[in-house]
């Protein structure tokens, strides 16, 4: 095993990705988990972070401005967005809520999937073309509210299988534009090859690298994500031999990179559940144990981060920062030793003194030597009158 560059996610946070300064045969990725700075040709992109709204008691209640889009379609901003609008045939990528307009019940909802969605533009699905017309309205990092007419939705007739929409619908989405690709072709994901999709996924990596070193975390975990949007479930079990090698060194390293952007974050129970991801996968990598063991140990859980930190030392043993990370747990653990010594001493207090056994004989003597002179005083009482 190479050695591990591990340090750079050390005690004073400092978790800068590392790439593997060896060579690579054919410009392939690795699949140790190591960053490989090969030179791929980017498309143009745009791209920020984002998340889901907290209200799941119906569509956002938004103020801002109208606008008409369609005769069938107007958008309202949530959240502004920033640089260029897709165009027709930009592959989009999207998260989105939707309800039906007139019992405001909520039918679909990529956020709880926990996957983007890809539409692009000018070959989006009958149902999507009003959605459609809002993207072209927004900016990457755009949120919107947009009212679709049913005719540029589900139509007259409605969808009885999944999502469950009834005829005639007037649909709200809740959408979000994390990001698109310029594509003259328009290419899907589906349509790729699967060198041109690992190659994408890669490209997305390494532009994510780059945001990361500008201490530009949000925009750089964006790229991660889309990067691994296109190494996806469906993708990923088709795969098997070279080409799940080459897969698997591009979607790891990302998951792994989103953790580091996490922990800066103090976001530490995301950073863990992306290290879990990798070690599904890879039981024994040392980057995966070694940051899900620094998150661990922020969130307190002491015991499971020196379980992860002694692991991945038995596979790294002269790494510096899992070395560090063992004794500032050791360090703690005596802290806390210390102090539960101190409350129990001031909660019981000292033990009593046990009295001597002369002592108490002592004691014991004088309580007969007295009952006796009582008596005597008694019986000499009871003769003194008698005699009167």
Not at 79 to 98: D, I, Q, R, V
Not at 155 to 166: H, I, L
Not at 248 to 268: G, M, S, T, W
């Amino acid at each position: 095993m190479e050695k591990e560059t591990i340090s750079s996610l050390g005690q004073d946070g400092d978790n800068e990705i590392i790439s593997n300064a060896s060579s690579v045969k054919d410009g392939e990725p690795r699949r140790d988990g190591q960053d490989v700075e090969d030179e791929i040709v980017t498309e143009g992109s745009a791209f920020v972070h984002g998340g889901p709204s907290q209200d799941d008691n119906g569509p956002p209640k938004v103020d801002t401005e109208v606008e008409v889009l369609h005769e069938k379609v107007t958008k309202q901003i949530i959240k502004e967005g920033h640089g260029n609008k897709p165009t027709k045939y930009s592959t989009c990528f999207l998260h989105y809520k939707a309800w039906t307009e007139s019992t405001q019940h909520k039918f679909e909802d990529t956020w709880q999937e926990l996957q983007l969605i890809e539409l692009v533009i000018g070959k989006e699905k009958k149902e999507m073309t009003g959605l459609a017309i809002g993207l072209t309205s927004m900016k990457a990092g755009e949120r919107a509210l947009l009212h679709v007419g049913w005719e540029l939705g589900y139509g007259e007739e409605g969808s009885f299988s999944f999502p469950n929409v009834p005829p005639k619908a007037d649909i709200i989405y809740e959408v979000e534009l994390v990001g698109f690709d310029e594509t003259k072709e328009g290419k899907a994901r589906s349509d790729m090859t699967v060198e041109e999709r690992i190659s994408a996924a890669d490209r997305r990596r390494m532009d994510g690298n780059t945001l990361f070193k500008e201490e530009k975390l949000e925009e750089a975990m964006q790229q991660y994500e889309m990067a691994i949007a296109y190494m996806g479930d469906d993708f990923m079990f088709q795969l098997f031999g070279k080409y799940q090698d080459m897969a698997l060194a591009v979607k790891n390293p990302c998951h792994l990179n989103i953790a580091a952007c996490l922990i800066k974050l103090k976001r530490y129970e995301e950073a863990i559940a992306q290290c879990t991801i990798v070690l599904a996968e890879d039981q024994n990598n040392v980057k995966a144990l070694f940051r899900r063991g620094k998150a661990k140990s922020e969130l307190g859980q002491t015991d499971a981060a020196r379980e992860d930190f002694l692991k991945a030392r038995k596979f790294a043993p002269e790494d510096k920062a899992i070395s560090k990370e063992l004794r500032v747990l050791a360090e703690h653990d005596k802290i806390v030793y210390q102090k539960q010594k101190e409350l129990y001493k001031g909660l019981f207090g000292p033990r009593p003194e046990p009295k001597s056994t002369s002592t108490a004989a002592t004691s014991w003597l004088v309580v007969v030597w007295q009952f006796l002179l009582s008596l005597f005083y008694r019986l000499i009482g009871r003769e003194r009158v008698k005699a009167d």
